[in-house]
């Protein structure tokens, strides 16, 4: 199913090149050289840096922490759903805001990021010592890295607020001397790495086919771009906007003319994506390397709906049912077929499934799995090849007109959030001041349905204590996961827990 995923086959090479430790301080090459013999050439280093790519991909980290999925769990975008209560109780945690500091997936996404920091530190520590390497190769890699490690921290900072702040690779006894850095150290750093990655000649525009999943100067403005949008400083909202502003005037991407297009297979890498993690069906993994062993989308099969027997779709786990709020919302919105599956339809059309946990007879359809599209080798569930459209050009136009709108530019802003809604054929809107804000948001809400943006939109802007209130959030606790209460043992409380936990 998949053509030109030459870098995903590069990124199952240089997994199974190191140890497959859960240690995020562990990264040995695995074989006859040792790591202080290796990384010694370009390609010794290269293989590190698709190490740290590969990062992106993982949905098996201390069970199944999929950010995608468990980010559309928090929101009220879904539930949790599953077979019943007690199936994932991690994601049950995160959906009713009942976590604690044992029970959550709060521990795979902790290591999952700092296992890419380690990655992308050594990465750079390699490049530092090299000679002979072409100043080309530094710098590209370099860049690379730095946007790596600046996505990490961005995550985690988001997930969790202040800390441990890594800028080399640590070892030994270290490991139990780590604090907590502020959040604007954090954001300091993440900020830094993607300016120098900005400023990078050396970092391309485009990458041809055979490189599609390493970043591009787009990518990395737009992260730029939306860290500081995040941060909530109205004084820079400006400096957010050039950013966006800058994937703009590229005139490298542009919305997909169909809106059913965008989640096509067939369309990955299109038009509108501007940062996309790649996923592959041909590693016929089996369960045996279920933990971030088989490059496939687990989400995919998550969202499926559960001992399903019909036409179009694949069986699946019946996880995140559709809320009936996210219903109402889009109902009238042509963008509803294309968001979200009618169980109820499927029913009178002779379909069956079985009604899991929260089930609301409404599914995922962005990431469903497709009867045709499963892999053919290996066990389906762990195969699936669909890539998640980190960030596309629609959210893109939306993050920067909120930026325009918060500078004072209403007009740019109205203009951008009015190319999102005439794509799909609706009214544009008007309105200023929070009316304006507003209405981005909920824009937002529409257009980016289920791609696990939802939950950090409603912690930033100060509306998940009103949104997710039927769901048993708690202001000033829940806007954060609490720290892993392992990290904070083997630290003998040098790292703090988060407030509330």
């Known amino acids: 199913m998949k053509l030109n995923k030459i870098f995903t086959l590069l990124i199952i090479t240089g997994f199974f090149t ?39 991909q993982w949905g098996g980290t201390n069970g199944w922490t999929m950010k995608l ?34 029970i959550g997936p709060q521990s795979g996404l902790w290591n999952k990021g700092y296992t890419g920091i380690y990655r992308a530190n050594l990465v750079l520590e390699k490049l530092e010592e090299s000679e002979g390497f072409s100043e080309a190769f530094i710098a590209r890699t370099s860049a690379e890295a730095k946007f790596l490690r600046a996505f990490y921290y961005f995550d985690l900072v988001r997930l969790f607020g202040d800390v441990p702040l890594f800028t080399n690779t640590i070892s030994g006894d270290a490991i139990y001397l780590q604090e907590k850095s502020p959040k604007e150290e954090i954001y300091a750093l993440i ?25 591009t100067q787009g990518a990395v403005s737009a992260l730029l771009g939306k860290v500081i ?5 109205e004084n820079r909202m400006g400096i957010a906007a050039e950013h966006f502003q800058d994937v703009i005037n590229s005139n490298l991407y ?36 279920f933990a971030n062993g088989t490059e496939g989308n687990y989400d995919v099969q998550f969202f499926g709906m559960r001992d399903y027997v019909g036409a179009t779709y694949a069986t699946g786990w019946s996880f995140c049912p559709v809320t009936p709020k996210l219903v109402d919302l889009l109902k009238n919105d042509p963008r509803y077929e294309h968001t979200i599956i009618d169980g109820n339809l499927l029913k009178l059309q002779g379909a069956s499934y079985t009604e899991g946990y929260q089930n609301t007879d409404y599914f995922i359809r962005k990431y469903a ?58 009214q544009p809107l008007s309105g200023s001041g929070q009316t304006l804000l507003d209405r981005i948001l909920r824009e937002r809400q529409r257009e980016l349905a289920t791609e696990g943006h939802r939950f950090f939109d409603l912690i930033r802007t100060g509306k998940a204590a009103e949104e997710l209130a039927d769901q048993g959030f708690t202001p000033n606790k829940n806007e954060l996961l609490p720290i892993p209460q392992t990290e904070i043992d083997i630290t003998e409380g040098l790292i703090t827990q988060n407030p509330g936990y």
């Open 18 to 56: 190191f140890s497959c430790s859960s240690d995020f301080l562990e990264l040995e090459p695995r074989g006859q050289e040792l790591e202080s013999n290796y990384y010694q050439t370009e390609d010794q280093v290269f293989e590190a840096l698709v190490a740290t790519y590969d990062v992106l």
């Open 69 to 102: 999925g468990l980010l559309n769990a928090a929101s009220d975008d879904t539930f949790a759903g599953g077979s019943d209560s007690g199936d994932q109780p991690s994601w049950v945690a995160w959906d009713k805001f009942t976590l604690d500091p044992f």
């Open 191 to 215: 900020e830094q790495d993607l300016t120098d990655a900005k400023n990078t000649f050396e970092l391309p525009a485009t990458v041809p086919p055979n490189e599609f999943g390493r970043i």
């Open 229 to 233: 949008l995040f941060q909530n400083d």
């Open 254 to 289: 542009a919305l997909e003319e169909d809106f059913g297009d965008i989640f096509k297979s067939s369309n990955e890498f299109g038009i509108e994506s501007v940062f996309e993690i790649q996923y592959s069906d041909v590693q016929s993994g089996g369960w045996e390397n």
């Open 369 to 426: 799995p497709l009867a045709d599209e499963s892999a053919p080798d290996g066990e389906p569930a762990l195969n699936w090849g669909n890539n998640v459209r980190e960030i596309r050009y629609a959210d893109v136009l939306l993050m920067a007109a909120e930026a325009y709108a918060r500078s004072g530019d209403e007009t740019t802003a109205k203009q951008y959030l009015n190319q999102v809604r005439l794509r799909v054929s609706v």
